[in-house]
């Protein structure tokens, strides 16, 4: 069942109602680190701990927190009681639009997937996103409430999460409102983000990048893309393209500075399996280097050398605390990883040297996921 939280008749708009902005930082607060004292919730949102307090209880009778039993600190004074969120008692739908498909998730406000769909789509104009979109949402409800959907696309997205301003890879046209059809049919908020960006959001938020407040991420695939996130924000830039242009600099076999986007994609790494001989297909490919076969791991070599220039430079701008490398040629670096480490380290300060370097391994309705992940964002700040 789809429910608009801004409806009297929904439980997020009753807690909004009675503690608004404290409550809604409370449950952001549980929902990212799980069970907390209402004290430790004070200090860590700089509240007083009747405002917790109240904040907590106006959760709990809505059914969105709940009181677990005290905990034994080992120090004088009351016992602390954990308060932990609700996660499932409100959903959230995610829609990643790909060649000829809508890939679609239902997650909980933590980003727990429940369950996946997808439908086929025959164009990705936006009446075609929106259908795709529709059909998703209608064959993921369920008995929980949905509050809200989140849908990732390869394009460049306005500050308003509405409107599409640059896509190349989709036949929508720019500056169209991806979103206001699919909320007149569901009665639900819907906003739309860059697929990498969502991907970003979601490693901040429930991922590895939870325990950073620092890091940088760049996808390899069909494009290059990356992201910077600093003190807990995705960085944007001015016109909203930061990172999506394809326009990061590397360097090619010669030397010569190349837009990053031209090198470091599958078409052009498929392209070095054909001057060695190899099938030039990617799954062949990365199977190929794990087994740690030579031709193989040259093409993973070459990749690394188009790929440390660029990775050094925003290393040495950024200073991050970790780098997250994902996409689907990322396993291909798997193998190479440790030569990858050392030939960043030879162009970084020394005290960047020691960054962690983690590949993920997203799977393909992750893209979803952090889609999902988009559409909890916004609930949070309504």
Excluded: Y
């Excluded at 996808?219 to 893309?225: C, D, I, K």
């Excluded at 837009?259 to 060695?276: E, F, H, V, W």
């Amino acid at each position: 069942m789809f429910i608009d939280p801004r409806s009297p008749d929904s439980p997020w708009h009753r807690v909004l109602g009675t503690q608004g902005d404290v409550a809604r930082r409370v449950l952001d607060v549980l929902l990212t680190d799980g069970p907390t004292p209402r004290t430790r919730l004070a200090d860590r949102l700089g509240v007083t701990t009747g405002s917790v307090t109240k904040a907590v209880r106006t959760l709990t009778t809505e059914g969105l927190a709940e009181i677990g039993p005290a905990a034994v600190s080992g120090t004088v004074g009351r016992p602390l009681q954990p308060v932990s969120a609700r996660a499932d008692e409100l959903n959230v739908i995610g829609c990643k639009v790909v060649p000829g498909r809508v890939l679609g998730c239902r997650a909980n406000l933590m980003g727990d997937v429940l369950a996946r769909a997808e439908t086929p789509i025959p164009a990705t104009t936006a009446q075609w996103i929106t259908t795709g979109c529709l059909e998703m949402a209608r064959r993921l409800d369920a008995d929980r409430p949905v509050v809200g959907l989140g849908l990732g696309v390869g394009g460049t997205i306005a500050r308003d999460r509405r409107t599409l301003v640059r896509a190349p890879v989709l036949e929508a046209t720019p500056g169209q409102d991806l979103v206001a059809d699919i909320e007149r049919e569901l009665g639900i908020p819907v906003h739309v983000e860059n697929d990498l960006r969502s991907l970003v959001e979601m490693e901040r938020r429930i991922g590895i990048g939870r325990h950073v407040g620092s890091f940088i991420m760049v996808t390899l695939g069909e494009g290059l893309g990356a992201c910077i996130v600093d003190h807990g924000h995705a960085v944007t830039g001015a016109t909203g393209e930061a990172g999506l242009s394809q326009w990061m600099t590397t360097l090619d076999e010669e030397g010569r500075p190349q837009p990053g986007g031209r090198l470091l994609n599958t078409p052009a790494i498929l392209d070095q399996c054909a001057a060695r001989d190899l099938p030039a297909e990617l799954d062949p490919l990365i199977r190929a280097a794990e087994s740690g076969d030579p031709r193989a791991l040259q093409v993973a070599d070459w990749v690394v050398d188009r790929l440390v220039p660029l990775l050094a430079s925003l290393v040495s701008f950024t200073d991050p605390q970790l780098i997250l490398l994902g996409g689907e040629l990322s396993p291909l670096l798997t193998p190479v990883a440790d030569g990858l480490a050392a030939r960043l380290a030879g162009l970084v300060s020394p005290l960047q040297r020691t960054i962690p370097i983690h590949i993920a391994d997203w799977e393909l309705g992750d893209w979803a996921r952090g889609a999902a992940v988009i559409a909890v964002e916004e609930l949070l700040r309504v």
